[in-house]
């Protein structure tokens, strides 16, 4: 099945430094990826739809500003956490849609990173 | 809106029994239902799904069925092995989206 990578896959950092977080599908072009957080003993909440080559379209109560999503090739997207928090410290996870995928329906299936763990002291 | 609702972990089994995890589910129309597995250190996997009434998913001795009276879609195998161990989410996904729904996720831990 198709790969996605992250990267990278745990970190650590100062409360206000900035952290950048890439997810890459390997064998297959994913026009559309998606960023979700993870919190311990809770359900994956999505963040946002990364779109290549446009803006990325965030859920009802995400800063936009805080996390920053940058999609610029069919391979690649990045989230930056802006000026960390310790309330940030969290399991990032994306997944990729893989257009040549489908499910039943015909909706495609998405394929899932192996996530990044924040940590923000 | 959407629900997944799953049993809390953890669930700890030694080898060869009998697994149930359950998920219930609320959603509007008729969604496709799925059960996720993720390894430890590792992402996602798709490991079965169903898309309509009383369809049975199934994939490495793993089973669900979509029971639309009673929105259920537990996860069942017969024997389970170590190799078993990870983390279960059930997710259901409406319409034509492509953004599952998903559940807290279970933690099932087999011992030898």
């Known amino acids: 099945g198709a790969v996605v990578s992250q990267h990278p896959s745990r970190v650590i950092c100062k409360s206000g430094t900035s952290v950048k977080i890439e997810c890459r599908s390997l064998d297959f072009q994913a026009t559309t990826m998606f960023w979700y957080r993870q919190f311990p003993k809770q359900s994956l909440m999505l963040m946002a739809t990364?779109?290549?080559?446009?803006?990325?379209?965030?859920e009802q109560g995400v800063e936009k500003d805080k996390f920053l999503i940058n999609h610029a090739s069919l391979t690649l997207s990045t989230l930056t956490v802006t000026s960390a928090h310790p309330e940030d410290s969290s399991f990032y996870i994306c997944?990729?849609?893989?257009?040549?995928?489908?499910?039943?329906?015909?909706?495609?299936?998405?394929?899932f990173g192996p996530g990044t763990r924040l940590t923000v002291l | 809106g959407d629900s997944v609702t799953q049993m809390e972990g953890p669930v700890t089994l030694s080898e060869e029994a009998f697994l149930t995890i359950n998920c219930t589910y609320t959603a509007t129309g008729y969604p496709s239902l799925f059960w996720y597995v993720q390894y430890p250190g590792e992402g996602l996997q798709l490991l079965l799904k169903?898309?309509?009434?009383?369809d049975k998913g199934s994939n490495k001795g793993f089973e669900a069925t979509y029971r639309k009276e009673t929105t259920s879609f537990h996860l069942e195998k017969g024997s389970v092995q170590v190799s078993d161990s990870a983390v279960y989410f059930c997710a259901l996904r409406s319409g034509g989206s492509y953004i599952p729904t998903f559940g807290r996720g279970t933690s099932l831990i087999v011992h030898p």
């Open positions: 997944s990729a849609r893989d257009l040549a995928s489908t499910s039943g329906g015909g909706v495609n299936e998405q394929f």
């Open positions: 990364s779109n290549e080559g446009s803006k990325a379209t965030y």
């Open positions: 169903a898309t309509k009434a009383d």
